[in-house]
Structures are given as C-alpha cells and as structure tokens.
Nanobody, 115 residues
C-alpha cells in the first residue's frame, strides 16, 4: 500500500482546509485510516481515525472542528478542518492500518495557520 496526501497550505485563523489521502496497492488489507500531525517540538499525535465500519475517533483538541471521512471505494480518506487555530499548525500525515501487515505512512503535508 502507498499513500499520497495533499491539501495542506497556508490559511488564516478561523479558516478551513481539506486534506486528502489516496491509497493505492493492496487496499483490501486496510482496516482503518487516520490522520496524525507533528510539530518540531511535539511527538506525532493522532488527530482523527475512521475504521472500515465507519467508527470514528477524534482528539479532544479537534472535536467539533475536524471531520474525517472516506469514499465508498475506501481508497481515499479526507480531513475537513474548520475553525482552524494557530495551534493546528503542523505537518499532517495520513496513516493506513492494515490487517496482518505493518501500518503505512504517507508523506506529510504542511498546514500553517496564521493568527
């Protein structure tokens, strides 16, 4: 499985961005997909996760502002980010959890929120 993320950029505080991640390869092995983020001073943290069954998880810091979703083909995952804050500035990484295989990471996409 390979992951390709896109959608990062510069946005003003209060604005919105939508991140996309496309999976290719053995997508049938994927059981869940997630978005993580990392800043230069912090460890990589889980932002949101969605399982094949549609169960979702959100970090407390993004609840009510971010929405994770997948397309019907289960080969894409999106992160709709609204009411962005300076604290959301980070490199965002797409992650695929797989059955019987190691998890896969996409390349990061930088989100910068200006205050």
């Amino acid at each position: 499985v390979q992951l390709q993320a896109s959608g990062g950029g510069l946005v003003q505080a209060g604005g919105s961005l939508r991140l996309s991640c496309t999976a290719s390869g053995n997508i049938d092995s994927i059981s869940a997909m997630a978005w993580y983020r990392q800043t230069p001073t912090n460890e990589r943290e889980l932002v949101a996760r969605v399982t094949n069954q549609g169960y979702t998880y959100y970090a407390d810091s993004v609840k009510g502002r971010f929405t994770i979703s997948r397309n019907n083909a289960k080969d894409m995952v999106f992160l709709q980010m609204t009411r962005l804050q300076a604290e959301d500035t980070a490199v965002y990484y797409c992650n695929a959890e797989r059955i019987h295989y190691v998890n896969v990471w996409g390349q990061g996409t930088l989100v910068t929120v200006s205050s």
